[in-house]
């Protein structure tokens, strides 16, 4: 069965830079696009990120333009989330998303 587990998340000052992973298996991680999408509190999940199949087309959300960077590993299996210059509106839940799979997500909290 589809597995995708996330890591990474964690504490960080404002400014400052996590780089998140989500371990895929299950599937042929190559052949599918993937998406890193995040949810706040209070707030609706949102689309963060997301890469082609082989990782040559990325689209993000204008909130993380120019921060943010989505990278896949097709030999390793796994996706990656680069985020840097980090706010606290980046605080949220971070779920990696594989048509229609989602991993338990990983919490990335930014605060001074």
């Known amino acids: 069965q589809v597995q995708l587990v996330e890591s990474g998340g964690g504490f960080v000052q404002p400014g400052g830079s996590l780089r998140l992973s989500c371990a895929a298996s299950g599937f042929t991680f190559s052949r599918f696009p993937m998406s890193w999408f995040r949810q706040a509190p209070g707030k609706e999940r949102e689309l963060v990120a997301l890469?082609?199949?082989?990782?040559?087309?990325?689209k993000y959300a204008d909130s993380v333009k120019g921060r943010f960077t989505i990278s896949r590993d097709n030999a390793k299996n796994t996706l990656y989330l680069q985020m840097n210059s980090l706010k606290p509106d980046d605080t949220a839940v971070y779920y990696c998303?594989?048509?229609?799979?989602w991993g338990q997500g990983t919490q990335v909290t930014v605060s001074s």
């Open positions: 998303y594989k048509p229609v799979s």
């Open positions: 890469i082609s199949s082989a990782g040559d087309t990325t």
